[in-house]
Each structure stands twice: as structure tokens, then as C-alpha cells.
């Protein structure tokens, strides 16, 4: 099992910064990827960023150019640094972990989500 702990989110203004913090624990060594998704009411859950094992990175359009995801092996922390917001980045976020256990199927992990609301 995995356990998942985000932090981080809160109310910030167009154009600011935020940093999301996701804390693991458990059987993380088991772990192929780490991702956050958001979500807002209504929606699909969409991909926002992903890391790979080896450190290669993915993000979504949307975000491409203004958030970084990267993680702290040492301190089993994965983050999400949020810049140049807009009031349409406002979701929940998950933080995700996702276990290959086949060729064509995994195990997904999932915190509880932050809230964060870009808005003046």
C-alpha cells in the first residue's frame, strides 16, 4: 500500500506562485510514476504533470512553460511548483502514484486533493 498526503494549495492571485507538496509513504519503492491530476466540478480529472523513474518529465499543454513537477527521493516527496497562474488552473489537485503490475495494467494511488484557487 501507498499512502498519499498532499499540501500546498490555498488562495492565490493571477500571476502567482504556488508549490504542492505531496508526502509518501508505504511501498513508494514500488512506485513507476508520479503525477498530479486536478479536477474541477463537472469535469474529467485531467493529467497536469508526470515523472517517470528515470526523471523524464510530461506535462500537459496547458501547463507546459509554468509548472515543474519534480520529486525528493530522500524525503519521499513529490512537487508541483505552480508560476504565472491563471484563474483557470483553479481545481482540486491529486497527487498520484501508479504501479505497473502487468504489461497493460496498474495500480493507481491517490491523496486526498488540495484546493487551489487562483483569483483576485
Known amino acids: 500500500q501507498v499512502q498519499l498526503v498532499e499540501s500546498g494549495g490555498g488562495l492565490v492571485q493571477p500571476g502567482g506562485s504556488l508549490r504542492l507538496s505531496c508526502a509518501a509513504s508505504?511501498?513508494?519503492?514500488?512506485?513507476?510514476?508520479w503525477n498530479w491530476y486536478r479536477q474541477v466540478p463537472g469535469k474529467e480529472r485531467e493529467l497536469v504533470a508526470r515523472?517517470?523513474?528515470?526523471?523524464?518529465?510530461h506535462y500537459a499543454d496547458s501547463v507546459r512553460g509554468r509548472f515543474t513537477i519534480s520529486r525528493d527521493n530522500a524525503k519521499n516527496t513529490v512537487f508541483l511548483q505552480m508560476n504565472t497562474l491563471k484563474p483557470e488552473d483553479t481545481a482540486v489537485y491529486y497527487c498520484n502514484g501508479r504501479r505497473l503490475t502487468s504489461q497493460s495494467a496498474y495500480m493507481d494511488y491517490w491523496g486526498k486533493g488540495t484546493l487551489v484557487t487562483v483569483s483576485s
Open positions: 515523472i517517470f523513474s528515470g526523471g523524464r518529465t
Open positions: 508505504g511501498s513508494i519503492f514500488s512506485i513507476n510514476t
